[in-house]
């Protein structure tokens, strides 16, 4: 039995080709055929998830079937009421899954959960963001089979870009006109041709060629202050590249096709090198994710902050949730010290940028602000993330600890 | 619209068009040359995809060096190394060193199968591991790491319905690696049941050959690992400007007094300590191989592939039969009597068929310093081999009389206990 990684190989993008083509055609003739769609991405999923892999399909299986199921309760409960625990409940039990995934490797010597499969952080993120809609009352008209076709959305269901419920659904329930659907089908060709560079040319060198040279270099070079070296410098610079072009590589991979497929996935990266400031890089990096624990972690503790008056000063409050909220983006990649390390980091370095903007806003007059003070913004800021990936690729770790 | 479509699409259906008509098409796109300097670098690499590949082996086997197929020793790179000997005094023949921890007989038979045009009526140096004869033969997953579909796809394209070919395709057929594609594995079938391919097969293992081929051309390489030559260079530096048996013996056993300090075994400092050095101390390797045998083996019908591979291409060979580190085999108890039935049997294999270039050293395991460490030659085992290996290579042979013999590929050799020899011999003469 076949089973390919998603967008991983030549025999997948011709699959791809092949079952895009009708789909292609219905849309330049203003035809969605849901019946059709559903199919492939069965198709898909079953070559993703089959075959060597069925455990993890068997576990997909499971999972979906259990968060319909809070998800679907809880529309259907929040029609006549509105507990606040019980909404709690709700979210605590969606991301259950989730946690368990997350801290088994930790607990049980880096073995992986019997419930895991690729891709469960994404949807968690999507049925997590469907019930706290409906708690809003933003999602009113809560249906099983667009929820189902929201989760299950072949293109990004390992890796995302994470979409929302409301903006899937206006694009799913409607058919482009012409003129714009020819749009997206240029851009979305453009896309996979900008991914098939980023991913298959610059990231196959910076990770599979370059990196591993550096890490043994890196390793033999140990002894020194730190066990900083030279060789871990290029190091962290490799693995920075390789992992924006692997991930934006990907992401391309996924908005490309669902374009083609007449759906305008959110785009996950927004030329984030240059970035003047680390607050500005997180809404250029990672965007769906960055803007997923804006939404639902950041802004509602801040609001939950504000409402039982725990700090008094905003700034105190907007402090301590950077902290959190990266803090638990840190726990989410892994409970590994460098995952939390790099989360610690991230926050502090909001913190101190905030504080950064409120002196120079005070001190307008004696702070420079020009071209090369521009240019050096980018460069701090490029570099400061660089070395914050250096403590996220866990390399630290070897050469500290093995 | 079909005009916004073809602006879209052009440039998509316009680009495979292009990949495909470059990865199909036969012609060579000026990468045919290889500079002298990338050869020296291949030569010694070592790398998986040298092994795998075709058109740097197929290049430097034609630029005067000589095929030496083996398997990890080729790695032990020390002033004595046939690579290192080679290039100090300025040989007529550079070794192109085949193998790598994990390549067996069946790897090398199909690591064979593109350098025809170079083995034959020419001579080749056969490094044998005693340590490969083991009860299951070669590793799935090591014949896999090196597997390479060019080699499978070329032999397919030029088999022949005899006992080598029949056998060659049921063991690939047994490895996982063999599924990789589809249809040469329906092919293989094919081969494996005596039956010819069918046109369509042809057709498609000769596209999927150029294919593969233009690929080895882009890229084999890319990425050459460089390393070892500098090892080599460092390491040549070491010996004398002249060329002396007696000076280098010596300077060998100077060379492992040096790096053999720390264990009783005469085992390289360097490999006791990354190695053994905790298994020791626990005590867990002392006598751990008493029962290992390497007297039945499928590994023997492999070798016989070998055999056969080089009779056919009349490749006139030099075999070499290394001993093991007596200090180590006593202390894991591995059977000497045992050692000695191995070495009979495949000199029968070697012999009867009229394989007679044959180093053994398989009674040199306690000369000191002759082995780097339990199971490779070093320093003065290199030298050794040397002494055999440089007149083989650079002074006129007799012609070889190869007479194959089909039974070697049956199971009953294979399995072939040690009193049965003799009595075997007679009855299959």
């Given amino acids: 039995m076949l089973t390919f990684e998603p967008y991983g190989n030549p025999t997948y993008f011709a699959l791809l080709g ?106 968690t993120f999507r049925a997590v963001q469907t019930i706290m809609e409906t708690r809003d009352g933003t999602l ?10 929201f989760m299950l959305f072949f293109p990004t269901i390992s890796s995302g870009p994470i979409d929302r419920y409301r903006r899937f659904e206006a694009d799913y329930r409607s058919v482009p006109d012409r003129e714009k659907y020819l749009g ?219 | 619209m079909a005009k916004r479509l073809l602006r879209i699409f052009g440039p998509l259906i316009l680009a495979a068009i292009l990949v495909f008509a470059v990865l199909a098409s036969p012609v060579t796109f000026g990468f045919k040359h290889i500079s002298a300097t990338r050869e020296r670098q291949a030569a010694v690499s070592l790398s998986p995809n040298v092994l795998r590949g075709k058109h740097i082996k197929e290049a430097a086997l034609s630029d005067g060096y000589v095929p030496f197929f083996g398997s990890s020793e080729w790695s032990r790179i020390d002033p004595m190394h046939p690579s290192v000997l080679a290039q100090k005094y300025h040989r007529d023949y550079r070794p192109f060193l085949l193998g790598a921890r994990g390549t067996q007989s069946l790897t090398q038979f199909f690591v064979m199968q593109n350098i025809q045009g170079e083995l034959r009526n020419k001579k080749a140096v056969f490094f044998i591991s005693p340590q490969w004869f083991v009860k299951n033969g070669t590793r799935k997953d090591a014949f896999g790491f090196y597997y390479s579909q060019l080699q499978t796809a070329e032999w397919l394209t030029h088999y022949r319905h005899d006992a080598i070919d029949q056998y060659a395709a049921k063991r690939l057929l047994q490895m996982p ?14 081969v494996a049941a005596g039956k010819s391919l069918t046109g369509y097969q042809r057709f498609y293992l000769q596209t999927r050959k150029n294919m593969l081929t233009q690929e ?123 050692l000695k039935q191995f070495d009979q049997k495949i000199h029968y294999q070697l012999q009867s068929q009229g394989f007679n270039n044959i180093i053994d050293l398989s009674d040199k395991g306690n000369v000191p310093y002759f082995m780097t460490d339990t199971i490779h030659p070093g320093w003065r085992g290199w030298l050794a081999i040397d002494q055999r290996v440089d007149p083989f290579l650079t002074k006129k042979q007799a012609q070889p009389h190869y007479k194959i013999n089909d039974k070697f590929y049956d199971k009953q050799w294979q399995q072939l206990g040690p009193a049965q020899l003799t009595q075997y011999e007679n009855e299959t003469k």
């Fill in chain 2, 216 to 338: 080895d051309q882009f890229f084999s390489g890319i990425n050459l690992p460089s390393q070892n030559l500098s090892r080599v260079n460092r390491q040549a530096k070491k010996l004398p400007t002249h060329y002396s048996y007696s000076a280098l013996d010596q300077l060998g056993g100077q060379l492992g007094k040096q790096a053999t300090g720390n264990n009783r075994f005469h085992i390289s400092d360097k490999f006791y300590n990354q190695g053994l050095k905790q298994e020791i101390k626990t005590g867990s390797l002392k006598g751990f191989q008493k029962n290992l045998s390497y007297l039945k083996s499928p590994e023997y019908s492999d070798f016989q592939l070998v055999l056969d591979q080089f009779a056919r291409l009349n490749t006139n060979v030099i075999f070499i039969i290394p001993p093991i580190n007596q200090r180590w085999q006593r202390y894991t108890g591995l059977s000497e009597t045992m």
């Fill in chain 1, 184 to 402: 997206m089908l240029q851009k979305g060709i453009r896309y996979l041709f900008v991914g098939f560079l980023y991913k298959f040319i610059l990231a196959y060198y910076f990770g599979t060629i370059l990196m591993p040279k550096l890490q043994l270099m890196a390793m033999h070079s140990r002894g020194g202050f730190l066990d900083l070296s030279w060789p871990l410098i290029g190091y962290m610079y490799a693995y920075s590249a390789d992992l924006f072009f692997d991930f934006a590589g990907y992401s391309l991979f996924a908005v490309g096709t669902s374009y083609i497929m007449g759906i305008e996935t959110p785009m996950n990266f927004k030329q984030p090198w240059r970035s003047p400031n680390i607050k500005d890089f997180w809404n250029r990096w990672h965007i769906t994710l960055s803007f997923w624990f804006r939404d639902f972690i950041y802004m509602r503790l801040v609001f939950w902050f504000m409402k039982h008056k725990i700090f008094k000063k905003p700034t105190t409050t907007a402090n301590v949730t950077y902290i959190i909220n990266m803090l638990v983006m840190g726990f989410w990649h892994g409970v590994t010290w460098y995952y939390i390390t790099y989360g610690l980091f991230h926050g502090v370095a909001l913190m101190v940028n905030d504080m950064w903007l409120r002196y120079k806003k005070k001190h307008r007059q004696s702070v420079p602000h020009n071209h090369f003070t521009q240019i050096f913004a980018i460069f701090l800021t490029a570099n400061l993330v660089c070395f914050s990936f250096l403590i996220f690729s866990g390399i630290l770790d070897k050469v500290w600890f093995q």
């Fill in chain 1, 18 to 123: 092949v079952a895009l083509l009708p789909l292609m055609i219905g849309l330049l003739y203003g035809k969605r055929s849901r019946l059709y769609e559903t199919l492939i991405s069965i198709f898909f999923l079953v070559l993703t998830f089959g075959g060597s892999k069925w455990t993890q399909g068997v576990a997909l299986i499971i999972y979906i079937l259990y968060e319909v199921v809070l998800t679907w309760g809880y529309a259907v409960y929040r029609k006549n009421h509105n507990s606040g625990p019980f909404f709690y409940l709700m979210v605590i039990l969606a991301i259950a899954p989730l946690t368990i995934v997350k801290v088994t490797p930790a607990v049980e010597n880096g073995q992986a959960s019997l419930i895991g499969f690729l891709g469960i952080s994404y949807l």
């Fill in chain 2, 177 to 190: 690696a063999a599924q990789s594609d589809h249809f040469i594995y329906a092919a293989l079938q094919r």
């Fill in chain 1, 140 to 149: 009113k008209n809560y249906n099983l089979m667009t929820f189902l076709q």
